[in-house]
């Protein structure tokens, strides 16, 4: 019977700690959440400006469907493509200072539209080993060949480079590894991609309105720029909303027009999203005090931990993981909070390496001081 299969299989996850469930909340996303009838101080989103019940947004959302309606009704390519759509790609092209942009339903659909529609078989994607999930599916829909490299490992990566000597080349990356923190050296990757004649398609998930200057991404907190850098942000997590955009040359939108299957075959998302987030752009461009706040509990959360038995991961940005190691423990650890009201989720393989269960500890502009003091301090009791 395929079910005695099927029961069998999430019996041994469970038995190894892995078996994945959800929780269902009754209040909007903040700091303050109630799960199951139960009030939570939460560390576990990825809304880092506190924007995704923002009373601007929600009124920016109520408008946009007051004057366009609740659903697109079709494709982009059809007749689904709206002048919210069209401004919002526009601004976000000119934010993070490419030509042109295009907008995607969710940033897994972007990641595998780009990479099938560039790549093909006998072109070489190049990956860091611990990329996001959307972007390992991506290589294998493209056909392309596949060459991983150790995260971070720039030395592997010139290497692989250079072995490569046929076909289109596209090095991926997260610009900030979503389950690390750490910001990846796009700098030198794009002085790899020059010297090989490569593309470099950065996923910056979790740096777009959170990094670089008014919050324009990792391509301004490097401060560098390049026509063979095909960028990517969602807009689901410091943005606040939902979806995704890739912004490039023209000539690469173009193509994604023609032959991304995640854009073309789908509906598009309904407009008044894109009305909410051309206000959320204008909060991100103005929303220095919320990322000066949000370094500021960066620091108070590394500061309060140092001396744990367990160490937070080297990382500067609103992602603090910390490295537990067993999924046990882990999960354990993440009960122990629970019962405190304090809710971190516990990350185990194969969203991370094994041995490498941590909790992901994610702070917000919408936490406040005495928030983290509360983790802090209950952290420290369930080490004695
Ligand atoms: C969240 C995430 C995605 C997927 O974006 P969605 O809009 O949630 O589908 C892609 N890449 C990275 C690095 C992410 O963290």
Redesign the pocket.
């Given at each position: 019977m395929p079910f005695s299969e099927l029961h069998q299989e999430l019996a041994e996850r469970a038995a190894q700690g892995l078996l994945r469930v959800r929780r269902t909340l009754t209040t909007p996303q903040s700091p303050h959440i109630e799960v199951d009838g139960k009030s939570y101080l939460a560390f576990c989103s990825?809304d880092y400006l506190g924007l995704a019940n923002h009373p601007q947004l929600i009124s920016a959302l109520q408008q946009g469907a007051q004057q366009w309606g609740v659903g697109a009704g079709a494709a982009h390519l059809v007749s689904g493509h709206f002048e919210p759509h069209h401004l919002l790609e526009q601004q976000l092209a000119a934010f993070v200072g490419k030509p042109a942009a295009l907008l995607f339903s969710?940033?897994?659909?972007?990641?595998l539209g780009v990479v099938q529609a560039l790549m093909g078989k006998g072109d070489t994607v190049f990956a860091d080993k611990l990329?996001?999930a959307?972007?390992n599916d991506a290589m294998l829909l493209s056909r392309a060949d596949v060459k991983r490299y150790r995260h971070g490992d720039l030395a592997q990566l010139e290497k692989l480079l250079s072995e490569t000597s046929a076909g289109r080349k596209l090095v991926i990356t997260?610009a900030?590894?979503?389950m690390d923190g750490d910001i990846a050296p796009l700098r030198e990757m794009l002085a790899l991609c020059e010297q090989h004649d490569a593309w470099l398609y950065v996923?910056d998930?979790?740096g777009f309105g959170v990094l670089g200057e008014q919050g324009r991404g990792s391509l301004s907190h490097f401060d560098i720029a390049s026509e063979r850098i095909i960028y990517m942000a969602?807009?689901?997590?410091a943005a606040g909303v939902?979806?995704?955009f890739v912004a490039a040359e023209q000539v690469v939108i173009d193509t994604l027009i023609n032959h991304a299957n995640s854009y073309v075959y789908t509906t598009a998302t309904p407009p008044a999203l894109s009305s909410a987030l051309l206000q959320s752009l204008q909060l991100i461009e103005h929303g220095d005090e919320l990322r000066a706040h949000l370094l500021r509990l960066v620091a108070r959360l590394r500061n309060g931990l140092a001396g744990l038995p367990w160490s937070l991961m080297e990382s500067d940005t609103a992602i603090q993981p910390l490295l537990i190691g067993d999924n046990q423990h882990a999960l354990e650890l993440s009960a122990a909070l629970r019962e405190r009201g304090i809710w971190v989720a516990a990350i185990r393989p194969p969203t991370v390496p094994q041995g490498t269960a941590r909790l992901r500890i994610t702070l917000s502009a919408a936490h406040t001081e005495g928030d983290v003091e509360r983790l802090i301090e209950a952290l420290h009791e369930l080490a004695c």
């Open positions: 990825n969710t940033g897994y659909m972007a990641n990329n996001h959307s972007l997260d900030v590894f979503s996923d998930a979790h969602t807009l689901g997590k939902s979806g995704a």
